[in-house]
């Protein structure tokens, strides 16, 4: 993950890597509750990919550390589950982005800094102001 | 003494100016020229305080040069030398009492922001579905309350929800993208965080809330901006309405807009200032800066 001049093809195409890797271990969950080990996860993925062991061993070693799937050993290899449900992590995501809104060291830009429900008749006040001068 | 009147300037622009500047609220029909005469007072304030020392130096030798040359020498020569060092310790105090906080303040912030930051851009680079809208790069995340937000930095993201881009007709859709693509372009967050360590480096009781407060809108007045040159001032009024109703049922976070957002939606109703007085913005911001870098130079003259 250095500059992306550095490395012109591989950044986007781990990103790339690691968002399909997740989506087979969300999508795979069920049948494997103890989780995929790296030949499990390398076979699941579209033939045409030709991806190399390592390759696929570096993507679920970046998404531990990213703390998205978490492992368990398993014998001499290890097996790899996601840290969350998509829906959980969703949720995370989404709790993240509206608390950021109303804090004051707000690390995202939003569209809206949150509103409250009594503001809801100021802000159709004001709309309608913005159509009058400017519609 | 230049040093001392360095010291009551940076009092005065830390301190008193915020407050009146807060209170001009004409200001936030020009964003640009009010974030820039913003930036000059508090790099203003800084320099002035910064330059309490240097200042100090000079005024100090030259009275020692000046105790020397009359004929009761040795004596008058340790009795300055006691007040110079008093006087300078002083002065250096007030200098890195500026310098230090506002490093630590730097270094704590900045810290915070990016790893709340990256850890975001993690989450979202694999649950966020990548799309196109407008010419924008997105990541969509499959969540039904409509919200829209980027992440700034040199791996930029723009995120809405799938929520968002069903409440969203196309006018008021591009009206969010350009507001979105205006804050990256324009590094909105940098001009953010630099007030915020600015904010948070002064001592308690010379802080003044309602200026950061102000900053924040007029940072958003000047995306909207950008939004309205896109898709007209209604479509980004009705935006913004969109999203607000969207979300109340789940914001019982506590309205951090404190309604900022009705005001910016009037200030879409309003025409930007005229040229003569955003000329004038301009002029007040440049003389302002000037006037600590004059002192300094005058004491050293
Ligand atoms: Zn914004």
């Avoid at chain 1, 890797?21 to 579209?46: F, N, T």
């Avoid at chain 1, 996601?82 to 829906?87: L, N, Q, W, Y």
Wanted: with cysteine; glycine share 6%; charged share 20%.
């Amino acid at each position: 993950m250095t500059t992306p001049t550095s490395s012109p093809a591989s950044t986007p195409r781990l990103g790339e890597l690691e968002r399909a890797v997740m989506e087979q271990l969300w999508d795979r969950a069920a049948e494997h509750p103890e989780g995929e080990s790296v030949r499990e996860v390398l076979e699941g993925l579209p033939a045409g990919r030709d991806l190399a062991y390592t390759t696929v061993m570096t993507v679920l070693d970046r998404l531990t550390k990213k703390q998205l799937v978490t492992r368990a050993r398993d014998g001499r290899a290890w097996r790899y589950r996601p840290a969350g449900t998509r829906e959980s992590l969703t949720a995370e995501t989404m709790r993240a982005s509206l608390e950021d809104a109303s804090d004051r060291h707000a690390a995202l830009l939003h569209f809206l800094d949150g509103a409250s429900p009594d503001e809801l008749a100021e802000l159709r006040a004001a709309l309608a102001e913005v159509e009058r001068r400017r519609g | 003494m230049y040093a001392l009147a360095l010291a009551l300037i940076a009092v005065v622009l830390a301190a008193v100016a915020p407050r009146i500047m807060a209170r001009l609220k004409v200001f936030r029909r020009s964003p640009r020229a009010a974030l820039v005469a913003w930036q000059a007072v508090s790099l203003a304030a800084v320099l002035s305080a910064l330059a309490v020392a240097p200042a100090a130096i000079p005024f100090l030798t030259r009275t020692h040069t000046i105790a020397c040359a009359s004929e009761e020498c040795p004596s008058a020569v340790a009795a300055w030398r006691t007040q110079w060092w008093a006087v300078l310790v002083v002065a250096a105090v007030v200098t890195f009492a500026v310098l230090l906080p506002l490093l630590v303040s730097g270094h704590r912030i900045g810290t915070r922001l990016r790893a709340a930051r990256t850890r975001h851009t993690e989450l979202v680079d694999v649950l966020g579905d990548p799309r196109e809208e407008d010419g924008t790069q997105l990541r969509v995340l499959a969540h039904a309350t409509p919200t829209a937000y980027c992440l700034p930095g040199r791996r930029s993201r723009v995120v809405l929800t799938e929520g968002a881009l069903t409440a969203l007709p196309t006018g008021e859709l591009s009206a969010v993208l350009a507001h979105e693509r205006a804050h990256l372009r324009g590094r909105h967050d940098l001009l953010l965080e630099y007030f915020t360590v600015l904010h948070h480096s002064v001592p308690g009781p010379v802080r003044s809330p309602e200026a950061l407060r102000e900053v924040r809108l007029l940072i958003e007045a000047l995306a909207d901006r950008a939004a309205s040159r896109a898709s007209g001032p209604v479509e980004t009024a009705r935006a913004l309405l969109t999203l607000a109703h969207g979300q109340t049922p789940v914001a019982g976070l506590g309205a951090g807009g404190q309604g900022a957002t009705a005001a910016r939606m009037r200030l879409l109703a309003d025409r930007p200032l005229p040229a003569p007085v955003v000329a004038l913005m301009y002029l007040y911001a440049a003389a302002v800066v000037a006037l600590p870098l004059t002192l300094l130079w005058l004491a050293w003259r």
